[in-house]
């Protein structure tokens, strides 16, 4: 009977020995998709931050572009305007410095 009872045992601790292995093998495998399914969703936010930041880089830099075109625009009226100041200054006072340098090429001095 004793050895009824070792085999018993035996075959008790074989069965227990194969349901742990069962519940370690649900757990690795449970703890495997947790973890792609981890990774699908860190890739998924880091897609949607990229086009978030993708999109904000855009936006910024067609402000930039449209404020660069708009200071050109600007800066091109002025210098139009400043040019057209001094041709209007020089056409002005031409006449009393063509004048003044031939008064003062003629002059002989002593």
């Known amino acids: ?3 009824n009872r070792g085999q018993g045992g035996i075959q008790q601790l074989l069965a227990a020995e194969q349901e742990a292995q069962h519940i370690v093998n649900s757990a690795r495998n449970a ?11 860190a890739e998924k936010e880091i897609a949607e931050y990229r086009a978030q930041v993708e999109k904000e880089f855009q936006r910024k830099l067609a402000e930039s572009s449209g404020d660069s075109g708009a200071n050109v625009k600007r800066l ?4 139009d305007a400043k040019i057209q100041h001094l041709k209007t200054e020089a056409a002005r006072i031409s006449d009393d410095v063509v004048q003044m340098l031939l008064k003062h090429v003629t002059t002989v001095k002593n």
């Open 1 to 3: 009977m004793e050895s």
């Open 31 to 41: 703890k495997m998709a947790r973890l792609k399914q981890a990774k699908e969703e």
């Open 76 to 79: 091109e009226k002025e210098t």
